[in-house]
């Protein structure tokens, strides 16, 4: 019998490049260097850094899909570090949405995807984000070994 644990901590993003994969009307906005889509998705490949019960990095693959309102988001994220003191890595599938107040997201652990002291692990989180921190976007995972 598995007993429910709770994991707090914050992660910073590290690292974000983002490319168009598909535009459907050839019409753009740029932000930072970077043309988004009005209607279309692209590819963002990001790296995150993790702080408290969550101690380690992660990389994560996003698509994003871009429309006059917002529109769902995918990826998936590699986590390696320690998890309360357990070290080893896992992966997480990210579903959600983005708009223009933020980023919604449902973490699901993927089952057998664990490595060292992590390799059962089973859990998930809910992240929302509205703005930019420097102080990082809290995490709180639910999970079970």
Do not use: K
Not at 1 to 13: C, I, K, L, P
Not at 94 to 121: I, K, W
């Amino acid at each position: 019998m598995s007993t429910q644990h709770t994991a707090t901590g914050r992660f910073n993003v590290t690292s974000w490049t983002e490319s168009p994969v598909c535009d459907l009307d050839g019409d753009t906005t740029e932000i930072n260097g970077v043309a988004y889509p009005t209607r279309g998705f692209s590819r963002a490949d990001v790296t995150y850094a993790y702080a408290g019960d969550l101690e380690g990095s992660s990389t994560v693959s996003y698509l994003i899909v871009y429309r006059p309102g917002g529109g769902p988001t995918t990826g998936f994220e590699r986590f390696e570090g320690t998890l309360d003191g357990h070290d080893g890595s896992f992966v997480m599938q990210h579903v959600g949405e983005q708009d223009e107040q933020g980023v919604r997201m449902h973490l699901e652990v993927v089952e057998g995807m664990g490595t060292g002291a992590l390799t059962s692990l089973r859990g998930h989180a809910d992240v929302e984000i509205a703005g930019h921190h420097d102080d990082g976007y809290p995490l709180t995972l639910h999970y079970e070994l």
